[in-house]
């Protein structure tokens, strides 16, 4: 054993080195991906807010110029819809307001909200000249106060804009929203527009080349960590291929041949192959176990119940049918006609059984009158070919042939699932059985479950 150790890896040991080396890097991959995320939400949440802040921001002027747009147009059209318009922006909607609260929310005082603010307090200012037109404006429409919304109420004209025409109230008022002092005032909102709108950009650009140098970083240093993952599995796959699978197809081969395996591979299969060539070369000498008489019924040739437990022991019976086949009342014929003819019922039986199956399916003899079919690599598919097998069986027995007597036989069919026990099948297929012995020649089929 020492010898095989020093001239072959433990594929154990190897195995779980890989193993533990991956686990290590499948943790560090999992937070390095956790972190990647992370970093792709900040870079993500940057935008957004960005869009928010611009959003926000473009909300000043939009309500600016929609004040300006309907001061205008009361003035023009004397129309009180206008300056419902105007007023309904100014105490309910309050876009300009909404927007520096935004931006002070999310970041602070910065140079990009003094510019907001400043540009609010613009806006503010020309309310002072939109407020003072509108009342010129409503004085020259000749609109009673009372239908005025306050604001414009309280405002008190000049004794000098007192005296005027209704006309020239109209025009003056007019005048004051298209004169260079209002369109100075707007240009300057808009300057601080443009500036708060630049700010946020360099500040996210700022922003953005932060995040994407981290994250550039960080996806780098996954990939290192994917590539020695991939190099590994390799590896393993690699080794399995040198040290397990090639060593046993050569094994295999040998042992069809019957000769001796050379130790060669991981540490395990050189220890199965010295196992293997020492029971091989005492096989010779000693072979008390499973030979031909203690698996074989001498009477018909079937695996006799030594034979048939052996074979149950190593067929995969999750891919299998077991069937049970018991001669139904066969105690009968015995007792009438004797046990040299009851024999022959059993031989008859027996060689039927076998003719009406597969090759490679298995057929055992067991206590009495009692028979077993092991069908390998079978299905619930195979349902209807089974029964026409066992109606096929009973159909010979049936006849009367070289002085036998009659007889039928009732059969309880167990289909294997995956995970199924051999005990478990067992016990199904004998449920099965006593269904099926219930009328004569009966068929009951069942499927074992894992």
Request: hydrophobic fraction near 40%; charged fraction near 25%.
């Amino acid at each position: 054993m020492e010898d095989a150790r020093r001239n072959g890896v433990s594929l154990g040991k190897l195995n779980l080195y890989m193993l533990i080396i991956a686990v290590i890097i499948g943790i560090i991959l999992v937070f390095s991906m956790q972190k990647t995320q992370k970093l792709y939400n900040e870079t993500n949440t940057v935008t957004q807010n960005l869009v928010s802040w611009e959003t926000s921001s473009y909300g000043m002027q939009i309500a600016s110029d929609y004040l300006t747009n309907e001061i205008r147009n009361f003035a023009i059209t004397g129309e009180m819809e206008h300056l419902n318009n105007y007023f309904e922006e100014v105490n309910v909607t309050k876009r300009r307001e909404a927007a520096l609260d935004v931006l002070e929310e999310q970041q602070g005082k910065t140079v990009a909200y003094q510019n907001l603010a400043d540009a609010m307090e613009g806006s503010l200012e020309l309310m002072d000249i939109e407020y003072y037109s509108a009342r010129l404006v409503a004085e020259g429409y000749g609109i009673k106060g009372s239908d005025l919304p306050l604001e414009i109420q309280q405002i008190s004209l000049t004794d000098q804009d007192k005296k005027l025409t209704k006309q020239e109230m109209k025009e003056k008022g007019i005048s004051l929203l298209y004169d260079d002092t209002y369109n100075n005032k707007k240009e300057s909102i808009s300057k601080h527009m443009n500036k708060c709108i630049s700010d946020l950009n360099e500040s996210m650009v700022e922003q953005q080349k932060e995040s994407a140098a981290k994250l550039k970083k960080q996806v780098f240093g996954e990939h290192i960590l994917i590539i020695i993952l991939i190099v590994i599995m390799i590896g393993i796959v690699v080794l399995t291929f040198l040290l397990i699978i090639k060593p046993l197809k050569r094994s295999v081969e040998l042992i069809r041949d019957e000769k001796e395996i050379p130790l060669k591979g991981a540490y395990e299969v050189q220890f199965l192959a010295k196992t293997y060539n020492l029971m091989y070369n005492t096989a010779h000498i000693s072979n008390d176990h499973m030979t031909y008489e203690s698996t074989h019924d001498k009477m018909t040739g079937l695996y006799n119940t030594h034979g048939y437990e052996f074979l149950t022991l190593n067929i995969d019976m999750e891919t299998a049918t077991l069937i049970l086949l018991d001669l139904d009342n066969f105690s009968q014929v015995d007792h009438t006609f004797g046990k040299e003819i009851g024999n022959r019922v059993l031989i008859k039986a027996a060689d039927t059984i076998l003719k009406n199956f597969r090759a490679q399916d298995y057929i055992c003899k067991l206590d009495n009158d009692e028979y077993a079919v092991i069908m390998i690599h079978t299905s619930e598919r195979q349902k209807e070919l089974i029964a026409n097998k066992i109606n096929a069986i009973n159909e010979k027995l049936r006849s009367h042939e070289d002085d036998i007597p009659s007889i039928t036989l009732s059969a309880g069919i167990a289909f294997g699932a995956k995970g199924t026990g051999v005990r478990n099948i067992n016990n199904v297929a004998k449920e099965a059985l006593e269904e099926a012995k219930k009328k004569s020649a009966g068929i009951c089929f069942m499927t074992a479950k894992g």
